[in-house]
């Protein structure tokens, strides 16, 4: 075969540094855009971006070029400097992240999981929900590092 074709699909969940609401509505307005610019600069798409004030959820499309840890990079670092320049002084994200690969059969799901963030975390907080989805996903963990 002369090319690759790749279906790489990952929902990818990163919080802000010390887990403090700094994503205000307002901030997540343009912060969604300037994301998914991000990506599409760098050849991989960011489909659906979500979150509170205190995480983001991202459903990215990845191509064989990139991995994961690039993508996650790129966007953790380049929305951060932006933040800073722009609208938050001293801010920075969390140094983790959870990568957690989606089948195409479950892809509308993840996007509207993505696009109910906000009802979603009346019911649950940051921490529980990324347990369960660590659980979900057999990923083991130590509860010090979450």
């Known amino acids: 075969m002369s090319d690759s074709f790749i279906n790489c699909l990952m929902h990818v969940i990163f919080s802000t ?5 700094y994503l205000k509505a307002d901030i997540r307005t343009d912060l969604y855009p300037m994301m998914a610019a991000i990506a599409k600069e760098r050849n991989f798409m960011a489909l659906k971006i979500g979150g509170t004030d205190d ?4 459903l990215l ?21 932006w933040l800073n320049e722009t609208k938050l ?41 990324f347990i369960a989805f660590l659980k979900q996903h057999d990923i083991p963990y130590d509860p010090k590092f979450l």
């Open 17 to 21: 540094k010390e887990r403090k609401t």
């Open 55 to 58: 995480h983001i959820h991202v």
């Open 61 to 81: 499309s990845l191509t064989a070029t990139i991995a994961v840890a690039d993508a996650v990079r790129a966007i953790k670092a380049v929305s951060s400097k």
């Open 89 to 129: 002084r001293g801010f920075s994200w969390q140094r983790g992240y959870g990568a957690f690969s989606v089948s195409l059969s479950n892809k509308q799901k993840v996007i509207d999981y993505i696009s109910n963030q906000e009802a979603h975390h009346k019911k649950m907080d940051f921490r529980t929900e």
